[in-house]
């Protein structure tokens, strides 16, 4: 795999591993390691956040967003526990085009934002 950087993140990485003198690869990695944990880490709600944050291009794209969402809710939704609806509406934004979406949750405490 093949990953360009922009001059600007070039140049942030370089100063970081600079500073603690480790290469940029090291750096990188490290910073990558500790960034994807929080995705991977399902209570932390770090993956629904970061997709619910950005803009994507085309409604295919922000469906499979908001199915992750709704799966990763539905694995974690323990049978004896009160059941947990989730809500989203995905946008479509004219005239740029792009589609975002909001989810929120309702269990028997209420109403819960999660993107």
């Known amino acids: 795999m093949k990953i360009e950087l ?3 993140n070039s140049a942030m ?8 003198g480790w290469s940029p690869t090291e750096f990188l990695n490290e910073v990558l390691r500790e960034t994807l944990a929080q995705f991977e880490d399902e209570g932390s709600g770090h993956a629904e956040g970061f997709l619910g944050s950005h ?3 085309d ?10 969402i709704v799966d990763s809710y539905a694995k974690d939704q323990d ?9 989203s509406k995905i946008r479509e934004h004219q005239p740029d085009g792009y589609f975002d979406f909001t989810m929120t949750r309702f269990d028997q405490s209420g109403e819960q934002r999660i993107c």
């Open 59 to 68: 409604r295919a794209s922000v469906e499979r967003a908001v199915a992750w």
């Open 79 to 87: 049978p004896g526990q009160p059941e947990i609806r989730l809500w």
């Open 6 to 8: 922009t001059p600007e």
């Open 55 to 57: 803009r994507y291009a």
């Open 13 to 20: 990485i370089a100063k970081w591993a600079r500073l603690i």
